[in-house]
């Protein structure tokens, strides 16, 4: 396995926590994390740590170090339960990124080079389209946050790295349809649902279903 080459110092740790794409499968997404560990260093060491059982592709560190840790044809483990597009085993459908923070700060400008600079060789090696960029909260409502609201989602729009907005098409104005439409588990509890898409679209809100939350999904 040869590591992503990149403007900054890439390192190989191997992990042995990782096995092969089930059922043929190959990855159309990216799934972007945050650490929530003191450091990329500890965070290195628990995925790679085989009584853990999580692994992922990639991480970058906090000065924007990217470490790969499994081979992008492998099968990582950093996804966990979860539903997009009503499609399960997001691991074997995925590429995972995991991102020095913890959430509770601005995301840093050396990792956010970083990652814009990986995202496009992903991409581009795998056929991966901006829309297949999710953040673990997109299909893990409920039981994720990451990579939060902190996280520039924006930024990366503007560069055709993630999507500016859900897919189009949705008319519906029906909030579950909405959700549906452009992926997210809507048997997981209307809270939840409602915290996912506000994490990812419109972070800032807050309180109850509002017509906003309507507008955020809409094309």
């Not at 500016?164 to 439409?181: I, N, V, W, Y």
């Amino acid at each position: 396995m040869e590591p992503v080459q990149i403007s900054r110092v890439t390192q190989h740790n191997p992990s042995p926590n990782c096995g092969p794409r089930r059922d043929g499968l190959r990855p159309t997404l990216i799934v972007i994390h945050f650490t929530a560990m003191k450091s990329a260093e500890a965070a290195i060491e628990r995925l790679c740590d085989p009584t853990a059982e999580v692994s992922a592709h990639y991480v970058i560190a906090n000065k924007g170090e990217l470490t790969q840790l499994v081979a992008e044809d492998m099968r990582a483990w950093h996804a966990g339960a979860g539903h997009w597009h009503g499609q399960d085993d997001i691991n074997s459908r995925s590429i995972g990124i995991e991102l020095d923070n913890a959430g509770t700060h601005p995301f840093s400008e050396p990792l956010m080079h970083s990652l814009e600079t990986l995202l496009p060789q992903i991409m581009k090696r795998w056929g991966i389209l901006p829309h297949g960029v999710i953040g673990h909260s997109d299909f893990a409502p409920g039981r994720k946050i990451d990579p939060g609201p902190r996280f520039d989602w924006a930024r990366l729009a503007q560069q055709n790295l993630a999507a500016a907005s859900p897919p189009k098409g949705c008319t519906a104005t029906d909030f579950k349809d909405l959700a549906e439409h452009a992926g997210y588990d809507t048997l997981v509890a209307p809270s939840d649902l409602l915290q996912a898409v506000r994490l990812r679209w419109n972070p800032t809100a807050t309180g109850p279903l509002v017509p906003k939350d309507h507008a955020a999904l809409k094309s």
